[in-house]
T-cell receptor, first 111, second 112 residues
Framework: EDQVTQSPEALRLQEGESSSLNCSYT??????LFWYRQDPGKGPEFLFT???AGEEKEKERLKATLTKKESFLHITAPKPEDSATYLC????????????FGTGTRLTVIP | EAQVTQNPRYLITVTGKKLTVTCSQN?????MSWYRQDPGLGLRQIYY???????DKGDVPEGYKVSRKEKRNFPLILESPSPNQTSLYFC???????????FGQGTRLTVV
């Protein structure tokens, strides 16, 4: 059975204090691992897709990496506008476009 | 503007009163799906559709129905809502095989 576990549940950082969010997964054949950002009261917004171990993708202060068992979302020198819930999801090879989500990490960046 | 539109955004209803939440996308996507989001449980898929007239169950389909008569629309139907269906609902769409799903703004449903 597909499983996605994100840690920590919540993270408070001072502005400029870099850190990482973890997503560990179990899936029968990984087609892709996804990171989404969700602001309060809004739908998730796509950030990255990673397909194979060793792959990395970057967008502004965010960098996502992937191993065979987990993914990390590294946040470098965060700003208050980076405050959001970050969701990790996996897509199995055998599924349609179905996404299986973790419960998310709620990030708060304090000025 | 490319978007997924859900209506209504907020709904309070009583147990057993049939309701429909609409979802429409303007990107010509083949794939559409419905999720519910609950605290501590994350987003869970209810139903999905790979194209017109093709629908299938997700992880939590009990108590829900869907239809896909047109490519752009994918309504979620609750024939007899119960309090345990109180939740935040999201519709999403994408091209089949695409990596990027677009989500609607969400519908907050309360069943009393």
């Amino acid at each position: 059975e597909d499983q996605v576990t994100q840690s920590p549940e919540a993270l408070r950082l001072q502005e400029g204090e870099s850190s990482s969010l973890n997503c560990s997964y179990t899936v029968s054949g990984l087609r892709g691992l996804f990171w989404y950002r969700q602001d309060p009261g809004k739908g998730p917004e796509f950030l990255f897709t990673l397909y194979s171990a060793g792959e990395e993708k970057e967008k502004e202060r965010l960098k996502a990496t992937l191993t065979k068992k987990e993914s990390f979302l590294h946040i470098t020198a965060p700003k208050p506008e980076d405050s959001a819930t970050y969701l990790c999801a996996v897509q199995a090879e055998t599924g349609a476009n179905n996404l299986f989500f973790g419960t998310g990490t709620r990030l708060t960046v304090i000025p | 503007e490319a978007q997924v539109t859900q209506n209504p955004r907020y709904l309070i209803t009583v147990t057993g009163k049939k309701l429909t939440v609409t979802c429409s996308q303007n990107m010509n996507h083949e794939y559409m799906s419905w999720y519910r989001q609950d605290p501590g449980l994350g987003l869970r898929q209810i139903y999905y559709s790979m194209n017109v007239e093709v629908t299938d169950k997700g992880d939590v389909p009990e108590g829900y129905k869907v239809s896909r008569k047109e490519k752009r629309n994918f309504p979620l139907i609750l024939e007899s809502p119960s309090p345990n269906q109180t939740s935040l609902y999201f519709c999403a769409s994408s091209f089949q095989g695409s990596t990027e799903a677009f989500f609607g703004q969400g519908t907050r449903l309360t069943v009393v």
